[in-house]
């Protein structure tokens, strides 16, 4: 049974994932009231006419706040939830997207789809990056596992040491692809920052398709995570088989990633940060975990861009500004585990 008090929580993160939708629609150079973003959204979902409202705040509204919001809430659920799936089954809490490379792996699948098109091979871009991207992270977990190969068990050690190393390699890839671009290189450099400007609804959607469904699955299997917890040998005892469970989640965590890198670009420390920040607060049970962590990350995320959007005196990369949030946590994380083994 799940306590009260979780839920409580979860209730309470849902509440605030809504309001903070709300007034980050009204923040940014024309000011929305609250009310007046709450009446334009419910006038268009219900094909209702709008009354008394200056009439460009509906477009403002629809076609270029809410889009870009929803996106960034969306991926902030999303990248969330992947690290806490890879931190559960690696036991690791500096585990997350990037620590095994598969965002490495999709941001060069995304930067060679941009390239392709730089060089006029005619890829329709809402199509081609987020294609290129999965292939890519797809085939950066392939190649991990591969590496891997020779630990039967699929330590956690073992799967970081080759994520590691993967992404060493993709990295120089990565910079090879900087040097095709030429002129055009800023593209790929901004792209790989991360940033949400001129997101769309089709952006929206195109999450939406991979990280919902991606949460459910990986709730689905919430209980044989918190089992796997106990111990492989002590989770095969109780009838789970951790090797399948493991790749089974490690090929959905990585397919989300996939999806957020190719609509994001990089975006790090969001599913460092957040579940361990979360499993402090909730526990380690991973049916809560999964979704505080997606509910987290996306108020989190949207904050952040909301910061960068409407505060500050020109908007910079989001992945820059989670980036100055997350090195810092990250150094705490690993002191305070080196003092744990020290110990």
Not at 27 to 55: C, R, S
Not at 146 to 156: G, K, V, Y
Not at 258 to 276: D, K, N, Q, R, W
Not at 324 to 339: H, S, V
Request: charged fraction near 10%.
């Amino acid at each position: 049974m799940i306590g009260k008090k979780p839920l409580f929580l979860i209730g309470v993160l849902f509440i605030i994932l809504c309001m903070a939708i709300i007034a980050a629609t009204g923040m940014g150079f024309l000011k929305i009231a609250p009310l007046e973003v709450i009446e334009i959204i419910w006038a268009k979902i219900f094909d209702l006419e709008i009354y008394g409202i200056n009439p460009t705040f509906p477009f403002v509204v629809m076609e270029v706040r809410l889009p870009r919001i929803l996106t960034s809430a969306l991926v902030g659920g999303g990248l969330a939830v992947a690290g806490a799936v890879f931190q559960a089954i690696l036991l690791n809490p500096l585990a997350d997207p990037y620590t095994l490379g598969i965002s490495s792996g999709a941001a060069f699948g995304a930067s060679l789809a941009i390239v392709l098109t730089i060089f006029g091979i005619v890829i329709p871009a809402w199509f081609s990056i987020p294609i290129f991207a999965f292939i890519g992270a797809m085939a950066t977990l392939i190649g991990v596992f591969s590496l891997a190969s020779t630990d039967s068990r699929l330590s956690s050690n073992t799967l970081i040491l080759s994520g590691v190393i993967i992404a060493a390699i993709l990295s120089a890839g990565i910079g090879f692809i900087k040097y095709l671009a030429d002129e055009q290189v800023s593209i790929i450099i901004f792209w790989l920052m991360g940033s949400f400007v001129g997101r769309t609804w089709m952006d929206v959607l195109t999450t939406s398709v991979i990280v919902f469904p991606g949460l459910l699955f990986t709730l689905y299997f919430a209980r044989d995570l918190n089992i796997m917890a106990l111990g492989e040998r002590t989770a095969n005892t109780l009838g789970v088989d951790s090797g399948r469970v493991k790749k089974m989640l490690l090929v959905c965590a990585s397919l989300i990633t996939a999806i957020c890198v190719s609509v994001s670009g990089i975006i790090g420390f969001i599913g460092l940060i957040i579940p361990h920040l979360l499993r402090m607060i909730l526990g380690p049970d991973n049916r809560i975990l999964l979704p505080a962590c997606f509910l987290g990350g996306a108020i989190l995320l949207l904050g952040a861009d909301t910061i960068t959007r409407a505060w500050l005196p020109s908007e910079i990369p989001i992945g820059v500004l989670t980036s100055l949030i997350g090195g810092p946590f990250f150094c705490y994380i690993f002191r305070k585990k080196q003092l744990a083994l020290n110990t």
